[in-house]
């Protein structure tokens, strides 16, 4: 059986040899997918971050997965949706390390950093249905494969990759991509149920802050239409927002709910 990990934890996987983009795809098809949809590839050919920016890896050599949160956005408390993409991102975390990537961490709202290199990319987008979670994983990618310097996959981590995907441009480590869908899906799957039972902001919080790296960091925070914020990440309000202790001029305690957070210097 094919991935048989990841189906044993999502029978209803839709796996595809390759996939222009699997947000886009399921984004489209909201109305009609069933709860916790999955689809997946290892050949993502037009992948987006956020910002319609671009994701992108060579085919085989990463991980492109997509889960459909079915949901009500109108009947939510938005304090509560505001939590997801943040859980995606704990998923991710937590999946990254159970591979054996110790020092993964969540770069706030939801980049998965080795240190201070991307690993993984996640992005939600909320439809009327639900949210689609999406994410990038490198797996198997070379130094000389990353599409960008700041980038870095597992095998570079040190995880251990077989012969065939280390020795060739293109070729797929079929069982770790099975091991890393199987515990990205199973995380999420946990992390969603856990969110779903509307916890209290501490208890959303405490899901989050173990893997927070962003946390204590010196940051640079660049929002739009908006002078760039120096200061320290120091916690998460009740909505998920990120409380940055503003170098200037004030010290005062500035609330961040969108905007490209860089950590100015790395553990
Ligand atoms: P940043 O990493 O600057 O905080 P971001 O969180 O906005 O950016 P996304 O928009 O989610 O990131 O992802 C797109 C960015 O990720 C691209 O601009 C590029 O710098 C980087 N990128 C693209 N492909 C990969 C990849 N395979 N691995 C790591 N990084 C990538």
Same mark, same amino acid.
Not at 65 to 76: E, G, K, M, Q, W
Not at 94 to 98: C, L, N
Not at 110 to 114: E, P, S
Not at 148 to 152: E, S, Y
């Given at each position: 059986m094919e991935h048989p990990l990841a189906r044993a934890v999502a029978p209803q996987l839709e796996w595809r040899d390759s996939c222009p983009s699997t947000n886009t795809d399921l984004v489209s098809r909201a109305a009609d997918l069933p709860d916790l949809a999955v689809l997946a590839t290892a050949d993502q050919t037009a992948g987006r971050g956020r910002l319609d920016r671009v994701w992108s890896a060579p085919a085989g050599a990463s991980l492109a997965?997509?889960? +459909?949160?079915?949901?009500?956005?109108?009947? $939510?408390d938005p304090q509560q949706l505001g939590w997801l993409p943040l859980l995606a991102g704990v998923a991710m975390t937590?999946?990254?390390?159970?591979l054996g990537v110790a020092g993964a961490g969540l770069k706030w709202p939801?980049?998965?950093?080795?240190h201070g290199r991307?690993?993984?990319?996640? $992005?939600?987008?909320?439809?009327?249905?639900?949210?689609v979670i999406g994410a990038g994983l490198n797996l198997t990618l070379r130094e000389d494969q990353l599409p960008?310097?700041?980038?870095?996959s597992l095998a570079l981590e040190g995880v251990a990759t077989t012969a065939a995907a280390?020795?060739?441009?293109?070729?797929?480590?079929?069982?770790?991509?099975?091991?890393? $869908?199987?515990? +990205?899906?199973?995380?999420? +799957?946990?992390l969603v149920a856990q969110w779903r039972a509307a916890p209290t902001a501490a208890a959303l919080r405490s899901l989050v802050e173990p893997v927070l790296a962003t946390l204590g960091h010196a940051v640079r925070v660049d929002q739009p239409g908006l002078a760039p914020l120096r200061g320290v990440a120091e916690a998460l309000d009740d909505d998920g927002r990120l409380l940055v202790r503003a170098a200037e001029p004030?010290?005062?305690l500035v609330a961040?709910?969108?905007?490209?957070?860089?950590?100015?210097?790395y553990e």
């Open positions: 997965v997509s889960i +459909f949160v079915r949901l009500d956005p109108a009947a $939510l937590r999946a990254v390390r159970e939801n980049d998965v950093l080795v991307k690993l993984s990319g996640v $992005l939600t987008e909320l439809t009327p249905h639900g949210v960008v310097p700041t980038a870095t280390s020795d060739h441009d293109n070729a797929a480590d079929a069982a770790l991509t099975d091991r890393a $869908l199987a515990a +990205f899906l199973r995380e999420t +799957f946990d004030s010290s005062s961040v709910s969108a905007g490209d957070v860089t950590h100015l210097r």
